[in-house]
Each structure stands twice: as C-alpha cells, then as structure tokens.
C-alpha cells in the first residue's frame, strides 16, 4: 500500500511488557515522526529521525526507544510499558523536517496498558 | 505549560455559517503556524498554513488570520459544510527548535 502505514492498529498490553509499533512508510521521505495524543494534550512529540541511523529526542522520549535502520521503518518501542504511556500513537513522515514540509500522518495506533 | 491553547474544546455551528476556531499561542520563537484536520480513527491531515510575516492567508473556503500583537490565530470555513465536522489543531513551529508544538484540538460540528 502507498502511503504510511501503522501496525497494530489497536493494542492491550500489560504493565512490564516490551511493546513495538511499527511505522512504514513509501515515499521515501527522509524524517519521521512519532507522537503521541492525549486528551488536553494534543499531540506531543515523542522522537524524531532525520534520516536512517539519526535519531533525536522529541518533547516526550522517557520510556520510548526508537531506531531506524531503513528509511521506510521507524519502529517505536516501549521496554516496560506504563499505565501512563496509554495513548494514540501517530507516526508521520516528511521530505524535510518543519515548516514548508508537510508531515503526512499515519492511521494511529491505539495503545492500552492494563 | 502550553504553548498552544485552543480554549473551546467543541463548536457547533450550522450548514452554510461561518465557523471561527480559535488558538493562542506563548512562545514569541513560532515563525510558522499551521492547521490540521482529523477524523475518527485517521491521522491528522494539513489543510492550511501561515508565515509569521502575513496577517491573512486564504485557500478555498479555509482562511487562517494571525494576529502577532494578540498571539492569536483563528482558522475561518466559510461556508461551512458537514463534511466538515472533525477535530481541528493548531500548530506553531519554533524558529529555533525547529519543531511543531500542537494546541490540545477544538471538535467542530457542523449541523445539517
């Protein structure tokens, strides 16, 4: 499928447990994104990649680790999940990082921690 | 804190009216602003954008104004239509970090 596109779309894990959401993208765009949204929140920021192999920190990185092998995946995992860490999960994908360059967003993942 | 706030967490407005969201925002470094529209169970989809050096910028029936003095933006549909009910955010991108902060969203609906 063209576009980008997230796996699972919805989730029920348990507190302690290692979670992974995929995000794929095929436009070859060189920055992705991960949010989360919140209610009251918005979507805040949580890690970005400007490339394969560049990651930075985003407004809400704590408990999340991200990595980026291939321009197309940029996997978001959760080590211990938290109660808190319950939310939707937005990956989204640019040509460039912001400003004139559109950030196209994925479906969302769902994500509940029991 | 905030650094983008859209107070009213839902407007309800009628077919063929105008629709006025409104975002205030803190953070003097914004030198972009920027609108997205979501619907249920999809991702957020741009609809319209401003430079920190307009007042006004206008794209079909979507309008956004920004008023620097104020720190407010506010995003007019006219008219507005009920495909046009959805959840709308506000964005500032910082000159410095280079990042988008999101206002926490207004659901609009528009009524037959």
């Known amino acids: 499928d063209a576009g980008i596109t997230q796996s699972p779309r919805y989730k029920i894990t348990e507190t302690g447990r290692q979670v992974t959401l995929m995000c794929h993208q095929t436009?070859?765009?060189?920055?992705m994104f991960w949010y989360r949204q919140d209610l009251g929140h918005g979507l805040r920021l949580i890690y970005y990649?400007?490339?394969?192999?560049?990651?930075d920190k985003g407004e809400v990185p704590d408990g999340y680790v991200v990595s980026r092998s291939k321009t197309e995946n940029f996997p978001l995992t959760l080590e211990s999940a938290t109660r808190s860490q319950t939310s939707v999960y937005f990956c989204?994908?640019?040509?460039?990082?912001?400003?004139?360059?559109?950030?196209?967003f994925g479906p969302g993942t769902r994500l509940t921690v029991l | 804190d905030q650094q983008v706030k859209q107070n009213s967490p839902s407007l309800s407005v009628q077919e063929g009216r105008i629709s006025i969201l409104n975002c205030d925002y803190t953070?003097?470094?914004?030198?972009?602003f920027l609108w997205y529209k979501k619907y249920p169970a999809e991702g957020p989809t741009f609809l319209i954008s401003?430079?920190?050096?307009?007042d006004k910028n206008e794209d079909g029936r979507f309008t956004v104004f920004l008023n620097k003095s104020a720190k407010h933006l506010s995003l007019h549909i006219v008219p507005s239509q009920p495909g046009d009910s959805a959840v709308y955010f506000c964005?500032?991108?910082?000159?410095?970090?280079?990042?988008?902060?999101f206002g926490s969203g207004t659901q609009l609906t528009v009524l037959p």
């Open positions: 989204a994908s640019s040509d460039g990082y912001v400003g004139n360059n559109e950030q196209f």
């Open positions: 436009w070859s765009h060189s920055y």
């Open positions: 990649s400007a490339a394969a192999d560049i990651t």
């Open positions: 953070n003097s470094m914004f030198d972009y």
């Open positions: 401003i430079s920190s050096i307009k």
């Open positions: 964005a500032g991108i910082d000159g410095s970090a280079r990042q988008l902060t």
